[in-house]
């Protein structure tokens, strides 16, 4: 029964690369967030997807970051022309379809730590 | 979603109850009490949530005030590998959004 699936769990770029984190969600899940955390700080909301769709992307800075969560396959945090203050952990959760009640379900990943030198 | 307020660290000894406070002055009457913890270097993990009334299961109990404006986690016999930041959280009905604060740094002392 895995849980939500987070790769890679470290990423070290230069400045200017770009960054991909993976997340694959719980099976049985179809709602996957995004959340930053800077250090010392707790977690910041990016963006909420289904497939094929994003639904709220709130959190997102406006530029050099994108979300996707394809028909097959993962949802990708993309980072375009990192710079350091891109460094952070980057944690993925999923939950099932949610209803007007309490987030039932809704479990978070071990994360990827995004460092930029 | 309400603000939360807890407690920058606590201590507490191996095998004692750890009782962590929260308060939520300002709640509203559709928001659920979550709480998180994030054992170091790990993603956060749902711990317990309540509304009204309060919860108990295998990790922790959750007491809630009458009035709601706060809250009080209880792990019944802290062991060392509860030692992590707590997250009191505050999130409406049918929201999907977790605002996460500080926390409380729970320190298990042998």
């Known amino acids: 029964n895995a849980g939500v699936m987070q790769n890679p769990r470290h990423l070290v770029r230069r400045r200017g690369q770009e960054a991909r984190l993976r997340c694959s969600p719980m099976?049985?899940?179809?709602?996957v967030y995004w959340y930053r955390q800077l250090p010392e700080e707790g977690l910041k909301f990016m963006v909420y997807l289904q497939k094929e769709n994003i639904i709220d992307e709130s959190g997102m800075p406006k530029e050099r970051f994108s979300a996707e969560f394809p028909k097959e396959g993962p949802s990708i945090l993309r980072i375009q022309q990192v710079v350091r203050g891109d460094s952070a952990a980057y944690f993925c959760?999923?939950?099932?379809?949610?209803?007007?009640?309490?987030?039932?379900?809704?479990?978070f990943g071990s994360g990827t730590r995004l460092t930029v030198v | 979603d309400a603000k939360t307020t807890q407690p920058t660290s606590m201590d507490c000894a191996e095998g004692r109850a750890a009782n962590l406070p929260c308060n939520h002055s300002t709640i509203s009457g559709n928001e659920y009490v979550y709480w998180y913890r994030q054992i170091h270097s790990q993603g956060p993990q749902y711990i317990i949530h309540g509304l009204k009334n309060n919860e108990t299961n295998e990790m922790a109990s959750l007491i809630i005030t009458e009035d709601r404006k706060s809250s009080t986690l209880i792990l019944p016999h802290a062991t060392l590998r509860d030692t992590a930041v707590y997250y009191c959280?505050?999130?409406?009905?049918?929201?999907?959004?977790?605002?996460f604060g500080k926390g409380t740094k729970l320190s298990v002392i042998p």
């Open positions: 959280i505050l999130s409406g009905a049918g929201s999907y959004q977790l605002t």
């Open positions: 959760a999923s939950s099932p379809q949610l209803d007007r009640g309490p987030l039932n379900g809704y479990t």
């Open positions: 099976k049985g899940h179809s709602h």
